[in-house]
């Protein structure tokens, strides 16, 4: 007798991926969780199948229906693995029945790496943290009566399409006016592959600095970047502005426990072309662009406005192959109006029978262009360059302004060919 598939669709956000993934940019993100211990991969393995009861939609593969991609259940089990491949390879491919994620270790360190189309930060930082809870409770043997992840979603929430629940129909105003923004070029690395430089710096010294300006951490820090471009733009580069895309968690505005995709995104940039080019001018138009964009009724208008072609039935009746060439097209356009990326997940949070064995957690993500994804935990706060370029001046640059802040930074390069530790004053 042949087994029951279950399916469910794509939410609004995922659409985008399969199409435009590619060995350029995989779509592919890796959050690590680094211990004061070796990792017992048997251990590991246990943990992983009983955090799956917790998220079944990490069992699914991807598929192609007439219409829609959509995921279908899969009875493939997933097999924790030492890490022997670079971070953030290609995990989705259309001639290929696999499952949507992997966990891998290394010494001290497990990884937990997730194709974009599955979850977004946000869900799979719930994902990973169960997992290392459920280890770290298996390995020192601490009651779980006793202890809890702070994320008790049903099932059923954490697998609800938040997009599709909270889309209200309406008149939709026409999006703003962009224009070209500022683009890196450059030699890249062979094989597709990317580089990554991470910066290790105390949380509470940064924000310190960020409130001393008025600022949020991610406004204070999407300024520093975005002034840390411009330090190695020409006259004539720098007629086009910089500008950052940045992801935005839903959840902060609708109450949602979902562990899939559920953010929005918000250009925030400057055009340096006859204006002041100083720290302070470019962060008070940063501020002021992350404020006015992430105003409610606009967030809102914002994720209707995506929502609304998927709610469009003329649009249902296109077929999936013409869909794909319409989303690879305005994915080119969209591709003009970006400089880099920049993405705050924000504080990682365990409870503290287990705090205590963890050192840090980081994450990047692959990427076509400048990629900046931070985290912090306790007081460590880990900012990751991802970039395909073998040109380091931006990453250089920005960690050169903190340093000059008198903010002491630890730095770990890992570039292809190469992997080492160095101290950032030789960064600089």
């Given at each position: 007798m042949r087994e029951s598939r279950q399916w469910s669709k794509l939410d609004n956000a995922a659409k985008i991926f399969p199409p435009t993934s590619g060995r350029r940019d995989t779509k592919v993100f890796r959050f690590s969780c680094e211990l004061y211990e070796q990792v017992d991969p048997e251990l590991l393995q246990s943990a992983l199948d009983r955090t799956?009861?917790?998220?079944?939609?990490?069992?699914?593969?991807?598929?192609?229906?007439?219409?829609?991609?959509?995921?279908?259940?899969?009875?493939?089990?997933?097999?924790?693995?030492?890490?022997?491949?670079?971070?953030?390879?290609?995990?989705?491919?259309?001639?290929?029945?696999?499952?949507?994620?992997?966990?891998?270790?290394?010494?001290?360190?497990?990884?937990?790496?997730?194709?974009h189309a599955l979850a977004d930060g946000t869900g799979a930082l719930h994902f990973l943290r169960t997992l290392v809870f459920y280890y770290l409770c298996k390995k020192h043997g601490i009651p779980q009566s006793g202890a809890a992840i702070d994320y008790d979603a049903s099932q059923a929430q954490k697998q609800r399409d938040s997009f599709y629940a909270y889309y209200s129909k309406g008149k939709m105003p026409r999006p703003p006016k962009t224009q070209k923004a500022y683009r890196l070029r450059g030699e890249r690395y062979s094989e597709y592959r990317i580089g990554v430089i991470e910066g290790r710096m105390s949380a509470g010294r940064v924000l310190e600095e960020a409130r001393s300006h008025g600022a949020t951490l991610s406004e204070y820090l999407a300024a520093v970047l975005i002034v840390s471009i411009h330090e190695g733009m020409t006259v004539a580069e720098a007629e086009r502005p910089v500008v950052l895309t940045v992801p935005v968690n839903l959840r902060r505005f609708f109450p949602s426990v979902s562990a899939r995709n559920f953010f929005g995104v918000i250009n925030v940039g400057y055009a340096f072309a006859g204006r002041d080019a100083g720290f302070e001018a470019v962060l008070a138009s940063v501020k002021a662009s992350f404020q006015e964009q992430l105003e409610p009724g606009l967030v809102r208008e914002r994720m209707n406005r995506l929502g609304a072609l998927e709610h469009n039935f003329a649009a249902k009746l296109v077929p999936l192959v013409l869909k794909d060439?319409?989303?690879?097209?305005?994915?080119?356009?969209?591709?003009?109006?970006?400089?880099?990326?920049?993405?705050?997940?924000?504080?990682?949070?365990?409870?503290?029978?287990?705090?205590?064995?963890?050192?840090?957690?980081?994450?990047?993500?692959?990427?076509?262009?400048?990629?900046?994804?931070?985290?912090?935990?306790?007081?460590d706060l880990m900012v990751s360059f991802t970039s395909p370029f073998l040109n380091t001046d931006p990453q250089r640059a920005f960690f050169r302004f903190l340093t000059g802040l008198g903010i002491p930074v630890e730095i770990t390069a890992s570039l292809p060919g190469e992997e080492e530790e160095v101290p950032h004053e030789e960064l600089s």
């Amino acid at each position: 007798m042949r087994e029951s598939r279950q399916w469910s669709k794509l939410d609004n956000a995922a659409k985008i991926f399969p199409p435009t993934s590619g060995r350029r940019d995989t779509k592919v993100f890796r959050f690590s969780c680094e211990l004061y211990e070796q990792v017992d991969p048997e251990l590991l393995q246990s943990a992983l199948d009983r955090t799956l009861t917790q998220f079944p939609l990490y069992k699914s593969i991807l598929k192609k229906g007439l219409f829609w991609y959509y995921f279908e259940t899969s009875a493939l089990r997933p097999v924790v693995r030492e890490e022997d491949s670079p971070p953030c390879g290609p995990m989705y491919s259309a001639d290929r029945k696999n499952l949507l994620f992997e966990v891998t270790y290394f010494q001290r360190r497990i990884n937990l790496e997730v194709y974009h189309a599955l979850a977004d930060g946000t869900g799979a930082l719930h994902f990973l943290r169960t997992l290392v809870f459920y280890y770290l409770c298996k390995k020192h043997g601490i009651p779980q009566s006793g202890a809890a992840i702070d994320y008790d979603a049903s099932q059923a929430q954490k697998q609800r399409d938040s997009f599709y629940a909270y889309y209200s129909k309406g008149k939709m105003p026409r999006p703003p006016k962009t224009q070209k923004a500022y683009r890196l070029r450059g030699e890249r690395y062979s094989e597709y592959r990317i580089g990554v430089i991470e910066g290790r710096m105390s949380a509470g010294r940064v924000l310190e600095e960020a409130r001393s300006h008025g600022a949020t951490l991610s406004e204070y820090l999407a300024a520093v970047l975005i002034v840390s471009i411009h330090e190695g733009m020409t006259v004539a580069e720098a007629e086009r502005p910089v500008v950052l895309t940045v992801p935005v968690n839903l959840r902060r505005f609708f109450p949602s426990v979902s562990a899939r995709n559920f953010f929005g995104v918000i250009n925030v940039g400057y055009a340096f072309a006859g204006r002041d080019a100083g720290f302070e001018a470019v962060l008070a138009s940063v501020k002021a662009s992350f404020q006015e964009q992430l105003e409610p009724g606009l967030v809102r208008e914002r994720m209707n406005r995506l929502g609304a072609l998927e709610h469009n039935f003329a649009a249902k009746l296109v077929p999936l192959v013409l869909k794909d060439l319409v989303l690879k097209a305005a994915n080119r356009l969209v591709q003009q109006e970006i400089t880099a990326s920049f993405s705050n997940v924000g504080r990682v949070q365990m409870p503290e029978e287990v705090a205590r064995h963890i050192r840090l957690f980081d994450i990047l993500c692959s990427t076509g262009r400048l990629q900046t994804c931070l985290c912090s935990y306790g007081d460590d706060l880990m900012v990751s360059f991802t970039s395909p370029f073998l040109n380091t001046d931006p990453q250089r640059a920005f960690f050169r302004f903190l340093t000059g802040l008198g903010i002491p930074v630890e730095i770990t390069a890992s570039l292809p060919g190469e992997e080492e530790e160095v101290p950032h004053e030789e960064l600089s």
